[in-house]
Nanobody
């Protein structure tokens, strides 16, 4: 069964940090291109970051320098470390698999499987 499950969300004060995890089953994780996406209340999905199969990373300008995406292929797990959080980072965060290399290169934001998400709330 293909499943992506996110963990690690919660409520933090501005300036705080969280580390999200996305555990995967049923996919060949080590050959998968992966994304983190977020959706704030009342807004559409926003791409956050992606990582290729060898660890090359890209970030949205809004999170660059504050967020770090990483992967542990031995654990079939994707991570998103988030630092210096602001209220604008409040959203449902979810991970997703990019179907193929072309979609990754072109950043089509197409996914063939995604998790249900974990809520991150930043407020004082």
């Amino acid at each position: 069964q293909v499943q992506l499950v996110e963990f690690g969300g919660g409520s933090v004060q501005p300036g705080g940090s969280l580390k999200l995890s996305c555990t995967t089953t049923g996919i060949t994780f080590r050959t998968s291109y992966m994304d983190w996406i977020r959706q704030a209340p009342g807004k559409g999905p926003e791409w956050v970051s992606d990582i290729d199969t060898v660890g090359n990373t890209r970030y949205a300008d809004s999170v660059k320098g504050r967020f770090t995406i990483s992967r542990d292929n031995a654990k079939d797990t994707l991570y998103l470390e988030m630092n210096n959080l602001t209220p604008d980072d409040t959203a449902l965060y979810y991970c997703a698999r990019i179907p193929n290399y072309s979609d990754y290169v072109l950043q089509t934001h197409k996914y063939d499987v995604r998790g249900q998400g974990t809520q991150v709330t930043v407020s004082s």
